[in-house]
Structures are given as structure tokens and as C-alpha cells.
């Protein structure tokens, strides 16, 4: 005996499986999950934009659960956000959940930063909550603070071109032209050198051996040179341990004796009369000596035997 179903039941069957399939897929579409069980968590923000119903929740990028419900309570001036994660996820009581932007558009969604304490949040529990600053945030909070940099670097470079059109203008232009051409100058006189030097090589190395010969040789003679060093030191001591000054005062008191006029040195040195002596003296001795030779037998007799 075979068993059939009426037309009427397999229809009542189909509209169960249909709405069961509707459930399912609302819940779905909100987010949840009808096959695992959840535990809720309460978050409260002062600012949930872009937050909503169904957001994804990650634990290390890893989606754990789902928004379920945002309110706000005027009277805390709060935002009130429950989130449902798996249960099998475990959440420490320090955990805080961080609202950020999932992509570079914006998009938000909440990440659980898990803590490390031993106690674990239960159903319903508080978890705290923290905003993170995305690049749309901070763009908007520097970019007055930006735009005031950027007028002063262009107010900056506005200024430095209208000198160098000064620099550059018509009547500069001779100047700069004399410029560059004392400069193109002074770079063949550099390469004249640079070539007048490697033509000169070897009598500048011969120059460097001799000096080089030098310093060995005074190096060499550096003992004789410090006992040179060394006695005119010892000569310097000398001189001024002797006593210089009674030196001088005697010379002096020689010369003044010299030069006095009542001395003898000095009537020597002063008078006339000895002069006026010496040359009748000399002019006698000459009148003697011319006497002799004209008269000698005057003055010399010579016999022989």
C-alpha cells in the first residue's frame, strides 16, 4: 500500500518550508544566526556615525558577531549599542570596543580589543568603548591647521618669484650675462691650472723630495741644534745674571774722563799745543833728515885703518 500525500498537505508543507525560509533569511539579513547562540554586550558611545543595525563586529579581524540595536538616552546623552557575539568567544572584563573604519571609505565597524584580565564579561554586561580616530577625522581636525601652512608657503614662494623676476628682468640681464661670463673664465683659468699642474708633476714631486731630504736632515741635525739652542740659552742666562748696568756705569764714567778738558787724557785729546809740537817735531826730523843726506860726512866720519 503506497502512502500519498493530498494535494492540500503537500501545499500546507511547501508554505511551512517557505516561511521557514523567509525567517531564516530575515534574520539573515539582520545579521543573526539562528544555528549558534549568542551572548549580548551593551556599549555605550557619545558619537556612533556610521553605526547601525547588522555592522560586523572582529576580534582581530576575524568577524565575531553583529549589531543588534543602537538607541540613544537623552537623559545620559548617550548611546546605547548592543552588540550579539558568538558564545564560545570568551570576553574579558577590560576588553574595549573600538569603533573604526573598516576601509578608506569610511565604512564603520567595531572590534573588540580583547583584555587580559581573568574575570569574563556575562549576558548583558557593560563593555567599554572607544572611538578611533580615521584618516577622514583627522584630514577634517588638520586640514584648517594644513591650509593656514600651505597660504604661508605659497605667500613664501609668491615672494621669491617676484624677486627672481627682479633678479631676471631686462636690466639685470647685462650683469648676469658679465657674471656668468667672469665665471666661465675663471673655469678655463681653472682647467689652465689643472693642466700647467699635471705638465709641472715631476718637478713638484722633485720639490717634495727635497723637502722631504729636508726635514730628514734636519731631523737628523736636531741634537746639534739643540745644544746650539741650549748654549744661547745658557748665554742669555748669563747675560742677564751679569750685572750689565755697573758695566755700562763705569764705561760711562770712562768716556767723561776722556772728555774732560782738565785731565790728561783729555789735554792730550784737546789741546792744540801738542799737536802744533808734533808737527814742528815732524817738520825738524825732516829738516834733519834732508841734512843728512846732503852733508853725511857732516855727521858720519869713516876711516879705514
Known sequence: ?????SKEVKAGVIVLLIGAAMYWLVYFLKGRDIFNSFTQYRIEYQSVEGISSTIPVYIRGLKVGTVKEVSYDHKRDLFDVVVQLESKYSIPANSVAQIFSADLLGTKAIRINVGNSTQILGNNDLMQSEVATDILNYLSTELPALKEQIGAVLLGLDGSVKRLN?????????NIENALAHL?????QFRSLGVWLNNETPQIHAILS????LSEALSA????????????SAFSDTLRQANI???IHHFDLLIRQLQNPDGSV???LNSDDIHQNLARLLCNLDSLVSNISQNPK????ISIF
Open 1 to 5: 500500500m503506497k502512502f500519498k500525500l
Open 166 to 174: 627682479a633678479i631676471l628682468g631686462a636690466e639685470n640681464q647685462e
Open 184 to 188: 666661465s673664465e675663471t673655469l678655463r
Open 210 to 213: 727635497n723637502l722631504n731630504h
Open 221 to 232: 741635525g736636531s741634537s746639534d741644534i739643540e745644544k746650539t739652542l741650549f748654549n744661547l
Open 245 to 247: 748696568s755697573e758695566a
Open 266 to 268: 783729555g789735554r792730550l
Open 298 to 301: 857732516r855727521y858720519f866720519r
